[in-house]
């Protein structure tokens, strides 16, 4: 097909051309003066995405789903006990891994398309009485499968309120980078993510970031572990190194999208750009006559909406028919919900003009698949958005054109 094709999956994101060149480089001895200096340009600035100043955030070169068990293994005992909750394919996943690395799992089954109620962590902290109480809650930020945020915020405030102890562990593969984060403020125990989302890299590293009560814990915890062990890592960042062979070339690319995000975006008009983009899908959706999957708009997702599609409309075939005609890749429906959504990508390095392409692409596709709605009818509805905000917007959304096609 000619033209580029567009990647709008919620994940892997589209690779910004600066980052593509900052990694085509030769491979570099990284026991070496230069790789100290990378380490050292990409740590402090890593923590300041997180929201971090006394955390220490630790790559391993791996997925979201290594990460996940780096979060764990580091701080839980095989045995101990964990509160997990189940709204969406990822936070049942995270619940399933702390069950297969030997924890009990109390996994709360809620709607697929809800936020996780703080209330319903309170009450949960607040019935757990017994002498085994829980060691950690498990907490998805971002729910790629269904395009819903939970406020971790007030999820922190459920904890003090019940004035349990348990660990605050949270998953922020699909929202570090873009959207607002604050591991300090929120007292979060451990965070984890993966390079390929917000972070705008190819897939390759895991992320994990530990607070002060999760070091300590770490020092005499934990489950029997080897190459998740942070405590080695820890230790030879402190020179700029690691203990094991690290993803040199994508590490080039994490400094790289460090200095757009953190220093020349910054991180405030990189969340806004977030936001704003995704009202131009939202308004698309509601345009359509379609339903967003996610129940509460105050939790609509700012990196990726999940459609629900019309009775008798599979989305597999959609997704098909976009990728056949149109060379567009969008979201499946995962687990429970396969063929009766499809997820649109919003997030990384994207700009009006690319969301308007990949809403107009959903349309067409909708359409040759039957659905009957009014072609350009959702690409118009997110111009009305992007020109109406355009005063306030202007800078953040030149800044977002930038971002994807500048050198
Ligand atoms: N957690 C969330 C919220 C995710 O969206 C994903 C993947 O999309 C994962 C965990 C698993 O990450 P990975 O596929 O990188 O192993």
Redesign the pocket.
């Known amino acids: 097909m000619a033209g580029r094709p567009f990647l709008q999956i919620p ?1 892997p994101t589209n690779v910004p051309d600066r980052i593509l060149r900052a990694m085509d480089r030769a491979v570099i001895d990284h026991r070496g003066p230069e790789f100290a200096a990378l380490t050292h340009a990409i740590l402090p600035r890593l923590r300041q995405v997180f929201g971090t100043r006394e955390g220490a955030t630790i790559l391993y070169p791996t ?3 290594g990460a ?1 068990e780096a979060a764990l293994v580091n701080v839980l005992r095989p045995g101990e006990r964990v509160l997990a909750f189940n709204h969406g394919h ?1 936070s049942a996943l ?1 619940a399933q891994t702390a069950r297969n690395l030997g924890y009990v799992v109390d996994e709360v089954p809620l709607r697929w398309g809800q936020a996780l109620p703080p209330e319903e962590v309170e009450a949960r902290l607040r019935a757990d009485v017994g002498d085994r109480q829980y060691s950690a809650v498990l907490v ?1 930020h ?3 499968s269904t395009g819903v945020t939970s406020d971790v915020g007030a999820i922190r405030a459920a904890l003090d309120r019940a004035g349990h102890g348990a660990l605050l562990i949270v ?1 922020t ?2 929202s570090l980078a873009s959207l607002p984060f604050h591991f300090d403020d929120w007292r979060v125990d451990v965070a984890l993510t ?1 390079s ?1 989302k917000g972070l705008m890299l190819p ?1 390759g590293i895991g992320i994990v970031c530990a607070g002060p009560r999760a070091l300590a814990l770490a020092e005499t915890g934990g489950a029997p572990r080897n190459f998740f062990d942070w405590r080695p890592i820890i230790r030879d960042n402190g020179a700029g190194f690691f203990p094991y062979t690290p993803a040199t070339l994508l590490l080039f690319g994490l400094r790289e999208a460090l200095t757009m995000l953190v220093d020349e975006e910054g991180l405030a008009a990189v969340y806004a750009r977030h936001h704003f983009l995704a009202e131009g899908v939202r308004a698309a959706v509601a345009a359509w006559g379609l339903t967003n999957l996610c129940e509460d708009p105050t939790a609509h997702s700012d990196t990726l909406t999940a459609i629900v599609m019309p009775e008798g409309i599979d989305s597999d075939v959609v997704i098909r028919t976009a990728r056949e005609r149109f060379g567009l890749s969008l979201g499946v429906g995962l687990g429970r919900i396969k063929g009766r959504v499809l997820r649109i990508g919003h997030l990384g390095a994207l700009n009006e003009l690319e969301v308007l392409a990949t809403l107009g692409g959903v349309e067409m596709a909708l359409v040759e698949c039957g659905v009957a709605l009014t072609l350009g009818s959702g690409v118009a509805a997110a111009q009305q958005r992007f020109v109406r905000a355009e005063g306030q917007m202007s800078k953040v959304a030149g800044h977002g054109a930038a971002l994807v096609h500048t050198s």
């Open positions: 994940g997925s979201g789903t996940w990822f995270f998805v971002n729910e790629t998953d593969v699909s993966g390929q897939p």
